[in-house]
């Protein structure tokens, strides 16, 4: 029985015996003399040797720390050695007698560092020290906010920054930074600094304690944007920066649909709680953006996950939209009605309960519910925006709380938050709904500038606008340019293509021509009146396309249509676009840029028609790696590159190979997918037939993805405008300029999500849905 109950508890405690154990088995420090010690140097292995004097009384307090050190730095595969010094040694560290107050540091026979010993002053100093100057690529030392800087840039879109400040080398908290490095230094890179105007400089002024940031640069492509910064608010110890760092790796957002009290995430086993945001179908995207922005607030101090109340085979009291459980077992999960963010950051923090409030409060007395957490969410892409704008446009970038100034809002019809319109004095406003992106914003803002559609008066100009030439510094906005061609005579057509650009404004660049020589280019472009041009500047070719009988929707949705790419590489951001095609993908795989001679075969498969029920793609594994994991799905092994396969997702889930021993040619490929069509080929794997899901809990990026781009962005009709540049005047703009200076309450409400009208405005579309753009 005795023998049972051991077996059964030693696996938790077995490190803490092997410690106990290692420490007393160990060998103590040993004493060698110079020509021992250095014949037992091995290549590549790391040594700290102390030449001494024997018995000599002033080293003996040294001594003892360095007998201390020799564990943890053996765990580090670092040996540490006591070397014996006679007076007739000949080695040069056996020499003068200043020299006998050093430690050396050795790599193999090669000398990295040499410390004097009033330096390692204890066991901490030791370790730190050693681990420093072993480290010094994993970790670097800076002194200046413009060294950070210069790191941060150079690291964004590759790699994530952990910065410490500690008050001084050689404390434990240094110590436990290098330690820390020791094992995350190959993916993240070390910043120390133990400048205190450093610290002060990115707002910290607490220079009596040591302090570890995590900034995540690793996902800012721009240079321009400021990397996300998350403050460790436990001291610095190895063990807290261990768990520290294991958060800052977890996803920041979870989707779950089981049983809260069942949901197993790293937070748990790490003794952090989980809140469980509660959401429904109706108000999702607005429930995803307030969880994010609680995910943030609370990152490093518990895992956040947004709960699918439509999806729950349980139920959760229909009052409640926060689920609060704690990391111990057996405690059972609270549901809770927490009414603004604050209140939810504290609870977490402090684990006392906030009063609830009563649905029946009265609605006038509340600040903005949901609409308030999503607008300060959105904020940092606003400001991010005015950071890319600065010094390059003549727009005003302004932001008003309507908290403080409901007068204005009620004016200006804003009813929802956050609502984003432009202005131009003489004109009415435009409201945008696309996405809350930096580079959306940007986008819209830029094509904007022109009219919609522009108005092209010659021949000559048109040729301009369809090369690219008229508007050559909005093209990397939009790759595609439409011009529609009518004769003078065709009132109702123009109309309709009128009212597509009016509603298109912002996402494409429209044109419209219908001089009397029209026909000149309808001769030259094979388009029969009325038409498309469609001007694909990326390709260097341009198509017509007939719009006899078209309504403003049906030009809408081609004009949707012609913005998807004839051979994309695909991504994760644009993978869900192509797969509402619903065809069967068409995929090469590359590891790197694909070869001309298989873009040019496929593309003439494209032209000859032969690919019409397949979407032809490719798949970059260096820009994309996570599609190494798609193909070992596929194979049992890794499979040589590039590779083509046929992916039948929406009917039947095969999956077939090119042959790898044939060349990828236009001849082999047509006679390939002939085989396929006759069903002559066999499926290397099917597909199991289920839900697209992470294989662990994690951010559901498709299926917001793929939400997200369900949703037509839709405003109230723009008028045209043959301006070309947007001329904000910001004396004219608002009638009170301090609704642009006095800072927001940031009071963040999220009570009544479950009733939160968010995307309302894409539902009063004047249009059908149209849910390819």
């Known amino acids: 029985m005795m023998s049972s109950s051991f077996n059964i508890f030693r696996v938790g405690i077995s490190f803490v015996i092997m410690c106990i154990f290692y420490k007393s088995a160990v060998d103590s420090l040993s004493e060698l003399s110079p020509q021992k010690y250095f014949s037992t140097l091995q290549p590549g292995k790391a040594s700290l040797a102390y030449f001494c004097q024997a018995d000599s009384p002033r080293t003996s307090i040294f001594l003892e720390e360095l007998n201390e050190a020799v564990t943890p730095l053996q765990d580090y595969g670092i040996s540490v050695a006591k070397v014996n010094c006679v007076k007739e040694e000949t080695s040069r560290y056996c020499g003068k007698e200043k020299d006998l107050m050093k430690a050396y540091l050795f790599r193999g026979n090669i000398l990295l560092r040499e410390f004097p010993t009033d330096v390692l002053f204890d066991v901490n100093a030791i370790v730190a020290h050693v681990l420093f100057a072993l480290l010094f690529n994993e970790v670097k030392y800076i002194t200046t906010l413009e060294d950070l800087q210069n790191i941060e840039n150079a690291l964004k879109g590759k790699a994530n920054i952990a910065f410490a400040y500690v008050r001084a080398i050689g404390t434990p908290e240094h110590r436990a930074v290098m330690e820390a490095a020791f094992v995350y230094g190959t993916t993240y890179q070390f910043v120390l600094t133990t400048e205190t105007a450093l610290l002060e400089s990115i707002g910290n002024e607490d220079i009596e304690n040591a302090h570890l940031y995590f900034f995540h640069c690793k996902q800012v492509l721009d240079l321009t944007l400021q990397c996300r910064r998350t403050l460790m608010e436990q001291p610095l110890t190895t063990l807290n920066i261990h768990q520290f760092i294991k958060t800052m790796e977890a996803p920041l957002l979870t989707e779950v649909t089981e049983d809260p009290q069942q949901v197993s995430t790293i937070h748990l086993q790490l003794g952090l709680p989980l809140v469980f945001i509660v959401s429904q179908q109706a108000t999702y995207e607005a429930d995803r953006r307030t969880a994010e922005w609680v995910a943030w607030r609370l990152l490093g101090k518990a895992g956040v996950l947004l709960l699918l109340r439509d999806s729950l085979e349980v139920d959760i009291p229909q009052h409640a939209n926060v689920v609060f459980r704690r990391a111990e077992e057996g405690v059972p999960a609270e549901f809770l009605v927490l009414d603004d963010i604050d209140s939810l950051i504290s609870h977490v923090e402090s684990n006392v309960h906030v009063e609830e409030i009563q649905e029946d409060e009265d609605e006038d007395t509340k600040s903005p519910n949901m609409g308030q957490a999503v607008s300060m969410a959105f904020l940092q892409s606003y400001i991010d925006l005015a950071i890319k704008l600065k010094g390059t446009s003549t727009m005003l970038l302004t932001r008003v709380n309507c908290a403080d100034w409901s007068d204005l809002c009620t004016k200006q019809n804003v009813t929802e938050f956050p609502v984003v319109k432009m202005y131009k004095e003489g004109k009415n406003p435009v409201s945008y709904a696309g996405m809350l992106g930096t580079e959306d914003l940007l986008k819209f803002i830029q094509l904007s500038r022109i009219s919609c559609p522009v108005n092209i008066t010659s021949v000559q100009e048109a040729e301009e606008y369809l090369s690219g030439e008229l508007y050559k510094d909005l093209i990397s906005y939009s790759s595609v340019s439409v011009l529609g061609l009518f004769s003078p005579n065709m009132t109702t057509a123009k109309e309709d293509f009128t009212e597509a650009g009016n509603y298109l404004k912002g996402y494409v660049i429209t ?38 009988n078209s309504h403003a929707q049906d030009i809408i949705q081609i004009i949707t249509n012609a913005l998807l790419e004839t051979f994309p590489e695909i991504t994760v951001e644009n993978l869900p676009i192509y797969l509402r095609l619903q065809k069967p993908l068409l995929i090469l795989f590359s590891d790197g840029s694909i070869n001309p001679q298989y ?76 085989k396929l069509e006759a069903g002559l080929e066999n499926h290397i794997t099917i ?10 809990p994690a951010y559901d990026f498709l299926s917001m993805m793929d939400a997200a781009a369900s949703q037509h962005p839709t405003r109230k009709d723009p008028e045209c405008t043959k301006e070309t540049d947007v001329q904000e005047n910001d004396k004219k703009q608002h009638e009170d300029k301090s609704a642009i200076i006095k800072e927001p309450i940031e009071t963040l409400r999220i009570k009544h999500w479950n009733r939160s009208n968010w995307f309302k405005e894409g539902e009063k579309s004047f249009r059908h849905d149209n849910k390819e753009l």
């Open 599 to 674: 873009k040019k075969a496929i593309l003439m498969l494209v032209k000859e028609k032969h690919l019409d029920s397949l979407t032809p793609c490719w798949l970059n594994l260096k820009n994309t790696p996570v599609g190494r994991g798609i193909l070992q799905s596929y194979f049992d092994t890794m499979p040589p590159l590039p590779l083509l396969v046929v992916v039948n997702l929406h009917s039947g889930g095969q999956v077939f190979a090119f042959p790898s021993d044939q060349p990828i040619t236009e001849q082999n490929l047509l006679l390939w997918l002939k």
């Open 511 to 548: 044109g419209i021509y219908s001089e009397e020589d029209v026909l000149i280019l309808s001769d030259k472009y094979a388009a029969t009146l009325p038409a498309l041009l469609l001007s694909r500047h990326k390709e260097g070719k341009i198509e017509s396309i007939p719009l006899a």
């Open 687 to 696: 597909l199991p037939a289920q839900e697209w899901k992470p294989p662990l």
